[in-house]
């Protein structure tokens, strides 16, 4: 499929839930979860990605509730546990189960989540710079969720993403701000991650006996420079799992599917198979 045809997307009703997700290929199911910044869809995420591994499975790549396209319930706190229950609910409505989730940052709390509350549902799991545990927010995290609409703090978080700076440009920076000022965008965002942000870390992370009991195989990824979750995290969690590997890139920020994708995608698909 090309990749305008892929980026155009469908909506899916997720018990009663307008769900705006993006779907190639045939094979396994494969479900992609993107992460927390402002402006964030699934395709902004995964845009690299998803051409190359549908290739080998059936992906889908929904945006998550209070984010991107899918709708955003007036009604809703858009909280940790309704993003669990969004993706749990995504995931029934494929024709194919057990599935394998690939979760990015805030995406693999939610992978993780699944592990720990619905394990019939998984097959295997990738958490790509994944929160998951408790530790004092870092500076990074804490900009991303404290984000007021403006082009110049979206350049310092795609600054703080990225640890190759061939990718901070202004037309990226214009790009992901013009998404995060979309109706409706802001408004579920900072209701999001009100202050005080510890509280959201607290929320995504699964005690670690919890995480000691999961059966699911695991590849956990994560960025040297990582300034956004930092290493440390992914390191425990990899600990933590019974059935995990583990790769760490070096020179590469928190983006390792944006700053590795040849790599990444070569990591992913092996595991997967």
């Known amino acids: 499929m090309a990749a305008s045809a892929l980026e155009a997307g469908a909506y899916r009703d997720v018990k009663g839930l307008k769900t705006f997700y993006h779907q190639a290929g045939n094979g396994r199911p494969v479900v992609l979860i993107h992460g927390s910044g402002p402006g964030v869809s699934a395709w902004a995420n995964w845009r690299l990605v998803l051409p190359?591994?549908?290739?080998?499975?059936?992906?889908?790549?929904?945006?998550?509730?209070?984010?991107?396209?899918?709708?955003?319930?007036?009604?809703?706190?858009?909280?940790?546990?309704?993003?669990?229950?969004?993706?749990?609910?995504?995931?029934?409505?494929?024709?194919?189960?057990?599935?394998?989730?690939?979760?990015?940052?805030?995406?693999?709390?939610?992978?993780?989540?699944?592990?720990?509350?619905?394990?019939?549902?998984?097959?295997?799991?990738?958490?790509?710079?994944?929160i998951g545990v408790s530790f004092p927010i870092s500076e990074g995290l804490a900009e991303v969720w404290a984000y007021t609409p403006s082009l110049e703090k979206m350049r310092r978080l795609i600054d703080l993403f990225a640890h190759n700076k061939k990718l901070v440009t202004d037309e990226l920076a214009k790009l992901r701000y013009e998404a995060s000022i979309q109706p409706g965008y802001q408004e579920a965002y900072a209701q999001a991650f009100p202050a005080p942000l510890q509280q959201h870390v607290e929320a995504m992370s699964v005690a670690e006996e919890r995480i000691r009991q999961v059966q699911i195989p695991a590849l956990v990824i994560h960025g040297r420079e990582d300034r956004i979750i930092p290493l440390e995290v992914g390191v425990r969690i990899y600990r933590l799992l019974p059935h995990a590997d583990m790769h760490i890139f070096g020179e590469c920020g928190h983006w390792t599917q944006i700053e590795k994708t040849a790599d990444f995608n070569a990591q992913v698909i092996r595991f997967l198979q």
């Open 52 to 130: 190359e591994l549908s290739q080998h499975v059936a992906a889908y790549a929904p945006d998550i509730i209070g984010f991107g396209k899918t709708d955003k319930p007036a009604d809703c706190a858009f909280t940790h546990d309704d993003r669990v229950n969004h993706l749990i609910n995504f995931i029934e409505t494929l024709p194919t189960k057990p599935v394998r989730l690939i979760g990015n940052s805030m995406g693999g709390a939610l992978a993780l989540a699944v592990a720990v509350r619905r394990p019939e549902l998984l097959e295997k799991m990738v958490l790509m710079g994944s």
